[in-house]
């Protein structure tokens, strides 16, 4: 059965801190795909990154960076120098190749404080 | 262009009713899938719809859902007899499938669905 696991409910820096959310996943699958989204207050899910399980090569863009671990099924999620604008719930979720049916986890509310 | 649409923003029912809640995908997008969102959890899988091949309801909770889609345009989920627990935000996404380039899923705002 496929899985996500984000074991962080909640997690509370201040404004410039670094931050890292974790995400372990379960799939018998050998090709999938994972997936990071952001669901800021208003409630939109935003899509932040597509990772192929093939391609595990780590990826940065500007303040955000994921680290894609095969050996140990986890594909974390790095903000540098947090901003209240990142604020938000954000998910992990993973898909197989053919329906791109997503199985997320239960989502890390990060609260940045000023 | 046009993102994913859904109707109504916002909809209260009484128990025991039944309610429609209605997604536009974007234009061109083949595949589309419903997602239920029950407050403070992530997202459960629904149903999926791609091009005209039989939908996958595996994520359907009960009879009580359906949904049905026309073609390659608007889906409408259906929730007969509607029960407290069906209280969620009801999320459609819609992706493109085109023979074997597949894009990411973009999500519409959701149906907020309040059973009193």
């Known amino acids: 059965a496929q899985k996500v696991t984000q074991a962080q409910t909640e997690i509370s820096v201040v404004e410039k801190e670094d931050v890292t959310l974790d995400c372990v996943y379960e799939t018998r699958d050998t090709t999938y795909y994972l997936f990071w989204y952001k669901q800021p207050p208003s409630g939109e899910l935003v899509f932040l990154i597509r990772r192929n399980s093939f391609d595990e090569q780590n990826e940065i863009s500007g303040r955000y960076s994921w680290n894609f671990q095969k050996s140990t099924s986890s594909f974390n999620f790095t903000i540098t120098a947090s901003q209240v604008v990142d604020s938000a719930v954000y998910f992990c979720?993973?898909?197989?190749?053919?329906?791109?049916?997503?199985?997320f986890g239960t989502g890390t509310r990060l609260q940045v404080f000023p | 262009g046009a993102g994913v649409s859904q109707s109504p923003s916002n909809k209260v029912t009484e128990k025991g009713k039944d309610v429609e809640l209605r997604c536009d995908p974007i234009s061109g997008h083949t595949a589309l899938y419903w997602y239920r969102q029950r407050l403070g959890q992530g997202l459960e899988f629904l149903i999926y719809f791609q091009g005209n091949s039989a939908p996958d309801k595996s994520g359907l909770p009960s009879d009580r859902f359906s949904a049905e889609r026309t073609g390659e345009s608007v889906s409408t989920l259906t929730i007969q007899r509607t029960q407290q627990e069906d209280s969620a935000v009801y999320l459609c996404?819609?992706?493109?499938?085109?023979?074997?380039?597949?894009?990411?899923?973009?999500f519409g705002p959701g149906t907020r669905l309040t059973v009193l």
């Open positions: 979720a993973l898909s197989d190749i053919d329906t791109d049916k997503l199985i």
């Open positions: 996404a819609s992706r493109e499938v085109a023979g074997t380039y597949t894009d990411t899923q973009y």
